[in-house]
């Protein structure tokens, strides 16, 4: 079962029963246990903790290899799916919630069927005896989560996810940070400390910047490179690179964003030569890409495609040598002179 299925279950259940259970008992599966040990502490998983942790719900899996700890839940569960499979099963439906709904009809329906044994059925029972029992649910519902964790951040101050960048104050540039996911909002941590927050860029997006003005440096001791700077190595390169790095920053709405993509071109002459650099940017240029970048420029030098330009002879122009020229008039007449 993936994570937010198990974390968007746990959600639609409490919803459903009206408030939060105070002790959740799972299975030791990995989207909510990392570690069971027979001795020491138990590890949930980050997103499953946080999850209880807003529903102030205790998580104590079951013992591994103890089924008597899940009492009858797992026949109940075997009785409940098959309930609702034989009852729907000559069923067709349309859409994702006209199945739902017919689903939620047939449980209220089990839970409704009387004990074969005592009074009362399920539905009675938890009405009676289990509902006052739960804690009442948050008034913001939990918002499901994950975690990427160690991603570092660039030069430029921001940290990458899915091909998009997302700013982090300045003091943290080269370390690593910790990033929580939503389907809304990205927020990378330190620890326990938030440093920033942002809203997700739209599915679909590609090399896109959120940046708090915050999180930007305010002076140069902070920013050893930055647009002027890179400007200058270009220029010291060559003019073809000169205007590669002027593109990578006319594609951006501040130079800063434009940093890495502009310093990952021009330490290509570190591993390279700067006349071999100059070359590969030319070639570049000429190129279907307007702004080309690293990627273009890299397997350009890897594959020597920029030596067969530095070799290639200049074009030379014909040279009629010396002899005897006769002039129109020499034909015309019809005799040799």
């Not at 943290?172 to 940070?177: A, D, F, L, P, S």
């Not at 909002?185 to 910047?209: D, F, K």
């Not at 002459?269 to 070639?283: G, Q, T, W």
Request: hydrophobic share 40%.
């Amino acid at each position: 079962m993936k994570q937010d299925t198990w974390l968007r279950a746990h959600v639609a259940m409490f919803e459903a029963f009206g408030g939060s259970s105070p002790r959740i008992v799972p299975d030791n599966l990995k989207t909510g246990v990392l570690k069971h040990p027979r001795e020491g502490e138990i590890v949930l998983n980050d997103a499953y903790r946080e999850m209880a942790a807003h529903y102030r719900a205790a998580v104590l899996p079951g013992r591994t290899r103890a089924p008597k700890d899940k009492a009858s839940v797992e026949n109940t569960v075997s009785h409940v799916a098959t309930w609702i499979i034989a009852g729907l099963r000559q069923a067709r439906f349309q859409t994702l919630p006209e199945l739902r709904a017919a689903i939620i009809e047939r449980v209220a329906g089990y839970n409704a069927e009387p004990f074969q044994k005592r009074p009362g059925s399920r539905a009675s029972v938890f009405a009676a005896h289990e509902q006052s029992l739960l804690t009442p649910l948050p008034q913001v519902p939990y918002e499901i989560s994950h975690w990427v964790y160690g991603r570092r951040v660039a030069r430029n101050g921001h940290v990458s996810w899915q091909r998009n960048h997302y700013s982090v104050p300045f003091a943290h540039i080269g370390t690593k940070v910790d990033l929580r996911i939503t389907d809304r909002v990205l927020e990378a941590y330190r620890g326990t400390e938030r440093l920033s927050s942002h809203l997700l860029l739209a599915e679909g997006a590609a090399n896109e910047y959120r940046t708090n003005d915050a999180d930007l440096p305010t002076g140069e001791r902070y920013q050893p490179w930055d647009g002027p700077r890179v400007r200058e190595w270009a220029e010291r390169i060559g003019p073809s690179a000169l205007v590669v790095v002027n593109r990578i920053f006319e594609s951006v709405p501040i130079d800063v964003q434009g940093l890495d993509a502009a310093l990952a071109v021009l330490r290509l002459s570190r591993r390279f030569s700067a006349e071999r650099v100059e070359a590969a940017c030319r070639i570049g240029l000429a190129g279907p890409f307007r702004s080309p970048r690293y990627a273009h420029l890299q397997p350009i030098l890897a594959t020597g495609q920029d030596r067969a330009e530095l070799l290639r002879p200049p074009r030379e122009q014909r040279v009629e040598h010396g002899g005897y020229v006769r002039g129109a008039s020499y034909y015309a007449e019809g005799d040799a002179k």
